[in-house]
Structure formats: structure tokens, C-alpha cells
């Protein structure tokens, strides 16, 4: 064999070689693109029950996955922009799953969109009319009195507003997760709503309930750049069948965000974010101060190191600011989102609630 016969085929080898990669390249995209354009991922999918409606409150009873369950029920409340299947995103990737199977009895807040008539609900109505409800419901289906709370960003604010004014008869544990306290931390929110420059009720009376198109777009602003660096990513990752599904459960949740009632929007914008006044002391709801050193309850308060949400600083004052004897304030690894849900989370915070919950459960 001539040695241009030899240089050849090995010429033809290579671009074989080269066409193989090529070919394996485009399957592995082709089916990642199918991925994408499919109709969009199922969450939320641990068996459960609704316990209670009431407008735009739901209440999930999940069903046990353990032979042993806890005494003391727990629930979650879900921020109020957000849908509460961030709790439970997949089998194998859900913390409502992680906590059944480990013999927590679990509850959980949602929220669904507010109706026109719902423009009036105010912050009152979340934590004077719904929790308490919320709460005698679940006794009296677990005929247990006392419950603990678990609450998620404005769902935790919900919650500690509770526990304030019902020191009589206090959650037996509270947990909260990247909740701020003082607003006037948040800077980028305290910019775009600057009372000298944003006209919050001629919003309201405009459009009764807040859009979610603004909620969304008021988040998306903090971080202008990071869907498209996040799509611009995900085509490195194309052929990883794992890292789409991961990719659009968590797109869908995102985008999924919830309009507010009209009411308790310009509530929280004047009282907390103009006023700070949940972290002065000078919040009242119905006429009762909503004093943070007046819970007692066993207190643990998770922060994400990286949130760009609820900043640290925003949330650090927190634990210093309840009276219980038994607090504890936790900082892990991770951002707003992925210290609750994802990698990050099964391996982080999860087994911190479970241990830190468990022990005061039983």
C-alpha cells in the first residue's frame, strides 16, 4: 500500500470519527430540544388532600409515607407571589416527600390567584383570618393542639405575625426560611418604591389586584441578566435529560409567580418597605402591635448565604429580635430558591429541619 493510499484513509478515518461526534451532538440536542418544546413538567405530585379552601387560601393534608409518625403536625406556608409545589417538585426532589417519609405529619399553605371581589384582602386578613383557621383546622383533624409552623419568605413574615399576636397560645415550634424583617435592607426593592417616585395606590385603584406581570417583573429586575445566562448555559447541558427536567421545573415555578390583592400590595409596600415598620415595632394589625419579642416559641431561622432576594443583612436581625428561650439562627450555602429546593437543599437544608424539628416534635 502507497503511502498516499495510507495518508487517505486515514484521512477518511478521522472524518468519520468527526462525523460520529457530530452525530451523536445533534441526537443528543435534537432530544433536548423535543424536551424543551414538550408540554410542561407535572410538580406538585405527593398524594394529598385538600383540607380547606377558603378564596384564595388552600390548605394540602399530604398523606403519610412512614410507619411512625410525629406527634406534633407541621405546616407550611408558602410565600404569597408563590406556588406551594416548590416544596414538592419531583419525586426524589421534593422536601414535602423527604419530610413524610422521615415521619413528619405535613400540612401545607397555598396560595391561588386572588379574584376581583378579593381586592380588598388586607394583611390582616392573612394573619388574623386565614392562619388562625388554618391552625384549628389542623387540630381538629389531628386532634393535636399543638402544631408547628414552617414559613417561606413572606409566607415566614405571615407566620412570626402570628405567633406575635398570639403569644396565649403560641406555635409549638417556628421555623422560618429567608424571611426578611428589616426592609430597609432590601435595596434594590427600596429604590423602586420610593414614595417620592412610585404611586402605589393610583396603581391599586387602577387595577385592584397587582398583576402578576409586575410581581415578576419587580423580581426579575434584581438580577436583569440571569434567565438568559441560564438559557445560555442550559445549551452546554442539552443532552442531559436530568438537567432539563431540573431546568424546567424550576422555570416553570419561576414564571408561575401570582398577582396580590390590590389591599394588602399597597399594606406591605407603605408599611414595610416606605415605614419599616415590622422591624421598628410599630406594625399594628386590628389594633394589636405586632411585637416580635413576644414569641417564645422554639425558634429556628434558615438564611440563604447568597440570596439576592432576602439579602442576609435583611434577615440576620430576626433571631435577635424574638424573645424564645430555644433559637437558633442557621446560614447555609446557597440562594433564595436553591437553599429550599435542588442539590443544595436536599443536602443542606433539608436535613437541618429535620434533625432541628424532629427533636422538638416527638
Known amino acids: 500500500m502507497s503511502a498516499t493510499t495510507a495518508a487517505t484513509r486515514d484521512e477518511a478515518d478521522v472524518a468519520r470519527g468527526l462525523q460520529s461526534i457530530v452525530d451523536r451532538a445533534i441526537q443528543r440536542n435534537i432530544k433536548g430540544l423535543q424536551y424543551i418544546s414538550s408540554p410542561t413538567p407535572s410538580l406538585g405530585l405527593t398524594p394529598k388532600e385538600v383540607v380547606l379552601k377558603r378564596g384564595t387560601l388552600n390548605l394540602y393534608h399530604y398523606l403519610p409515607q412512614a410507619e411512625e409518625v410525629y406527634r406534633v403536625p407541621v405546616v407550611m406556608v408558602m410565600a404569597t407571589t ?11 426532589a421534593s422536601l414535602i416527600e423527604f419530610m413524610l417519609k422521615r415521619g413528619f405529619d405535613v400540612f401545607v399553605v ?7 371581589e378579593e381586592k380588598t384582602l388586607g394583611l390582616a386578613d392573612y394573619v388574623c383570618d386565614f392562619l388562625p383557621e388554618v391552625v384549628g383546622c389542623v387540630r381538629e383533624i389531628t386532634g393535636e393542639r399543638d402544631v408547628s409552623l ?7 413574615v405571615l407566620t412570626i405575625l402570628y405567633a406575635a399576636l398570639n403569644a396565649n397560645d403560641p406555635p409549638k415550634n417556628l421555623v422560618c426560611f429567608t424571611t426578611p424583617v428589616d426592609f430597609g435592607r432590601m435595596a434594590l426593592f427600596q429604590k ?3 414614595p417620592r417616585f412610585f404611586d402605589v395606590d393610583r396603581l391599586v385603584e387602577t387595577l385592584g389586584n397587582v398583576p402578576s406581570e409586575v410581581i415578576f417583573g419587580a423580581f426579575e429586575m434584581l438580577r436583569p441578566a440571569t434567565r438568559t445566562a441560564s438559557r445560555l448555559q442550559l445549551l452546554e447541558s442539552m443532552w442531559n435529560e436530568e438537567t432539563l427536567k431540573s431546568f424546567r421545573r424550576f422555570e416553570r415555578w419561576s414564571t408561575d409567580t401570582l398577582p396580590l390583592p390590590g389591599a394588602y ?20 394589625l386590628r389594633g394589636k402591635r ?5 414569641i417564645v416559641s422554639p425558634f429556628l431561622h434558615v438564611i440563604a448565604e447568597h440570596d439576592h432576594i ?8 430576626l433571631v435577635r429580635m424574638v424573645s424564645s428561650a430555644d433559637k437558633q439562627e442557621v446560614m447555609l450555602k446557597g440562594g ?14 433539608w436535613p437541618t429541619l429535620e434533625t432541628w424539628l424532629g427533636e422538638r416534635s416527638a
Do not use: I, Q
Open 82 to 92: 408563590n406556588r406551594g409545589y416548590l416544596f414538592d417538585l419531583a419525586p426524589g
Open 310 to 317: 432576602v439579602p442576609p443583612e435583611c434577615a440576620a436581625p
Open 336 to 349: 433564595h430558591v436553591s437553599l429550599v429546593a435542588g442539590p443544595n437543599a436536599v443536602s443542606r437544608m
Open 150 to 156: 414552617a414559613g417561606y419568605c413572606m409566607g415566614g
Open 265 to 284: 400590595f399597597r399594606e406591605t409596600t407603605k408599611e414595610f418597605f416606605w415605614k419599616n415598620s415590622l422591624f421598628k415595632g410599630k406594625l399594628e
Open 290 to 294: 405586632a411585637d416580635l419579642s413576644a
Open 192 to 194: 423602586w418604591s420610593d
Open 110 to 116: 397555598d396560595w391561588s390567584p386572588p379574584t376581583p
